[in-house]
């Protein structure tokens, strides 16, 4: 990591010597540029909302096209709930991964420019720090809940994003210890942090609905005003806890349960499992172990019993698999439910939507649900999360004015 960091410190500093020769001496610029990033910022709130196309990549992320930079160049990047941040590797990058559109080259937009130390989004930039005159950052993100790191410069730009446009801080990423992300540019951070897209948006609200994987329709992101559900008798709502900004889970969207059921089967309570996260970057979900280990007896009873044992060596990174031969009955495995405290909402995952086929021949169920002692090095030990597959065709609204979230059944390909 040594090397990795001073890589990025030289990067940045031959990058800043160009730029800021630029921006020097011209504080007119400046100023008509910051009233420019008001402006936009007035014309993305949520009086006039947003639909955004989002699919699912090969790995089972979900993606977003969006443009950077004036004229636009066009970018994608993974949709992360948790995120601190917006980013996207940049030209300079010396060490990045592979993706399909090309590296955004700030020097060939009019509206780039890298943020000076010792401003707000600066210092509210995570692990920000200055090379020159300008704010570098160091910043972990979470792929399939293992960690990595990107290091880059902070700048701001025009992002245009659905229909909304907007003047975002945002990481220029110039080295990353990353292995590959389906072809994406970069991470939008939707999370309960300064720097996230919805923060510097100022949205109150923000929704998504996941079409079903395999299908080849659009799933959906509304940001603002057009973030809102059908209602009626099927919509739950549950508080989300309330976080210190010094707590390592700040950023997360957390909900108190009062259980979690496998069928009829209590298999974790307040006490021994009382915390969700929800989570749009692992497509699988995780369960304190406890309730992990109960989750996957009632599964192997109710599937086929001696009938149909558990294969031996599950295929990776699976725990528990079943051949679909004679005695498999995947319509008898049963719900997982999450019951939540204040108000008694209670979200189902039916099997369908946790024992997924695998392998070329589709001959193999696995369940996409795993134990959280699988993890050591996210600072989410003793929650469960749950994971994208589990949140196919629900339509699900984060209110951060009133701190809730709300879901309903949805025909999610079917939304405008």
Same mark, same amino acid.
């Given at each position: 990591?040594?090397?990795?960091?001073?890589?990025?410190?030289?990067?940045?500093?031959?990058?800043?010597?160009?730029?800021?020769?630029?921006?020097?001496?011209?504080?007119?610029?400046?100023?008509?540029?910051?009233?420019?990033?008001?402006?936009?910022?007035?014309?993305?709130?949520?009086?006039?909302?947003?639909?955004?196309?989002?699919?699912?990549?090969?790995?089972l992320y979900n993606v977003a096209n969006f443009t950077i930079g004036t004229p636009p160049q066009p970018a994608s990047a993974i949709i992360d709930v948790a995120g601190e941040l917006v980013w996207t590797q940049?030209?300079?990058?010396?060490?990045?991964?592979?993706?399909?559109?090309?590296?955004?080259?700030?020097?060939?937009?009019?509206?780039?420019?890298?943020?000076?130390?010792?401003?707000?989004?600066?210092?509210?930039?995570?692990?920000?720090?200055?090379?020159?005159?300008?704010?570098?950052?160091?910043?972990?993100?979470?792929?399939?809940?293992?960690?990595?790191?990107?290091?880059?410069?902070?700048?701001?730009?025009?992002?245009?994003?659905?229909?909304?446009?907007?003047?975002?801080?945002?990481?220029?990423?110039?080295?990353?210890?990353?292995?590959?992300?389906?072809?994406?540019?970069?991470?939008?951070?939707?999370?309960?942090?300064?720097?996230?897209?919805?923060?510097?948006?100022?949205?109150?609200?923000?929704?998504?609905?996941?079409?079903?994987?395999?299908?080849?329709?659009?799933?959906?992101?509304?940001?603002?005003?057009?973030? &809102?559900? *059908?209602? $009626?008798? !099927?919509?739950? +709502? %549950? @508080?989300?806890?309330?976080?210190?900004?010094?707590?390592?889970?700040?950023?997360?969207?957390?909900?108190?349960?009062?259980?979690?059921?496998?069928?009829?089967?209590?298999?974790?309570?307040?006490?021994?499992?009382?915390?969700?996260?929800?989570?749009?970057?692992?497509?699988?979900?995780?369960?304190?172990?406890?309730?992990?280990?109960?989750?996957?007896?009632?599964?192997?009873?109710?599937?086929?019993?001696?009938?149909?044992?558990?294969?031996?060596?599950?295929?990776?990174?699976?725990?528990?698999?079943? &051949?679909? *031969?004679? $005695?498999? !009955?995947?319509? +008898? %495995? @049963?719900?997982?439910?999450?019951?939540?405290?204040?108000?008694?909402?209670?979200?189902?995952?039916?099997?369908?939507?946790?024992?997924?086929?695998v392998g070329e021949e589709k001959d193999t169920a696995c369940a996409a649900i795993l134990s959280m002692a699988r993890l050591n090095r996210t600072g989410l030990e003793g929650v469960s999360v749950l994971g994208s597959l589990q949140q196919e065709?629900?339509?699900?609204?984060?209110?951060?004015?009133?701190?809730?979230?709300?879901?309903?059944?949805?025909?999610?390909?079917?939304?405008?």
């Amino acid at each position: 990591m040594g090397r990795l960091v001073t890589t990025v410190l030289v990067l940045c500093l031959i990058y800043v010597t160009t730029r800021m020769a630029v921006f020097r001496g011209h504080d007119l610029r400046r100023g008509l540029e910051q009233a420019m990033r008001s402006r936009l910022l007035a014309d993305a709130t949520p009086a006039g909302g947003s639909a955004v196309p989002i699919h699912w990549s090969r790995h089972l992320y979900n993606v977003a096209n969006f443009t950077i930079g004036t004229p636009p160049q066009p970018a994608s990047a993974i949709i992360d709930v948790a995120g601190e941040l917006v980013w996207t590797q940049c030209s300079r990058c010396s060490r990045c991964f592979k993706q399909d559109l090309p590296l955004f080259i700030p020097n060939a937009s009019s509206t780039f420019r890298p943020e000076p130390c010792g401003t707000d989004a600066c210092k509210s930039t995570p692990t920000s720090n200055c090379s020159g005159d300008v704010c570098t950052y160091e910043s972990t993100t979470n792929i399939r809940l293992d960690r990595h790191t990107t290091l880059g410069i902070v700048g701001t730009e025009t992002f245009a994003i659905g229909t909304a446009t907007a003047s975002l801080a945002f990481g220029c990423v110039v080295a990353s210890d990353i292995d590959t992300m389906d072809g994406t540019s970069g991470f939008i951070g939707l999370g309960r942090t300064p720097r996230s897209l919805v923060a510097q948006m100022k949205l109150t609200k923000f929704s998504y609905c996941l079409s079903p994987r395999g299908t080849g329709k659009s799933s959906r992101l509304f940001l603002g005003s057009s973030a &809102k559900l *059908a209602g $009626g008798e !099927s919509t739950s +709502t %549950a @508080p989300f806890i309330k976080t210190s900004p010094d707590d390592d889970s700040h950023h997360y969207y957390l909900l108190s349960l009062d259980a979690i059921r496998a069928g009829n089967t209590t298999i974790a309570t307040a006490q021994s499992g009382g915390i969700l996260v929800m989570h749009t970057v692992s497509p699988f979900s995780l369960l304190v172990d406890s309730a992990y280990r109960a989750f996957k007896k009632a599964v192997t009873e109710a599937v086929g019993g001696a009938a149909a044992p558990p294969m031996a060596t599950p295929p990776q990174p699976f725990d528990l698999c079943f &051949k679909k *031969a004679a $005695g498999f !009955s995947r319509a +008898t %495995a @049963p719900d997982l439910v999450f019951t939540f405290q204040g108000g008694g909402a209670a979200l189902t995952v039916p099997p369908a939507k946790y024992l997924i086929d695998v392998g070329e021949e589709k001959d193999t169920a696995c369940a996409a649900i795993l134990s959280m002692a699988r993890l050591n090095r996210t600072g989410l030990e003793g929650v469960s999360v749950l994971g994208s597959l589990q949140q196919e065709n629900v339509h699900f609204l984060y209110d951060l004015k009133k701190e809730t979230l709300s879901f309903e059944p949805a025909d999610c390909s079917s939304l405008p």
